[in-house]
Nanobody, 122 residues
Framework: VRLVESGGGLVQPGGSLNLSCDTS?????????MNWVRQAPGKGLEWLCG????????RYADSVKGRFTISRGNGKNDVNLQMNSLKADDTAMYYC???????????????WGQGTQVTVSS
């Protein structure tokens, strides 16, 4: 089972991007806790945010709180990450992950996508 992320790219500091995750491979994302995780060059996995199957109680890491928003799309099979006020430190590969992976993610837990690259640079 593999999820499919899209929407990454090159953006200037202060800009915005919206990432999308196609969860069709799961049948439906509605029964899963959905997360976004990133990995910057030379660094470990960083959990960013998560949203329950009931679309309630979104949670965010301090590093992105107030700037990033996780949401489910109008369809059954997409989860989005709206990223605003981007900084150079946000440069990373971004992954969509389904499942209860906690705030210290590992590849051994959950269903992962292949990732989409976000580069914040002027």
């Amino acid at each position: 089972v593999r999820l499919v992320e899209s929407g990454g790219g090159l953006v200037q500091p202060g800009g915005s991007l919206n990432l999308s995750c196609d969860t069709s491979a799961l049948g439906s994302s509605n029964g899963y806790y959905m997360n976004w995780v990133r990995q910057a060059p030379g660094k470990g996995l960083e959990w960013l945010c998560g949203l329950s199957s009931l679309n309630s109680d979104p949670r965010y890491a301090d590093s992105v709180k107030g700037r990033f928003t996780i949401s489910r799309g109008n369809g059954k099979n997409d989860v989005n990450l709206q990223m605003n006020s981007l900084k150079a430190d946000d440069t990373a590969m971004y992954y969509c992950v389904a499942g209860n992976i906690g705030s210290t993610p590992t590849r051994r837990r959950g269903f992962w996508g292949q990732g989409t690259q976000v580069t914040v640079s002027s």
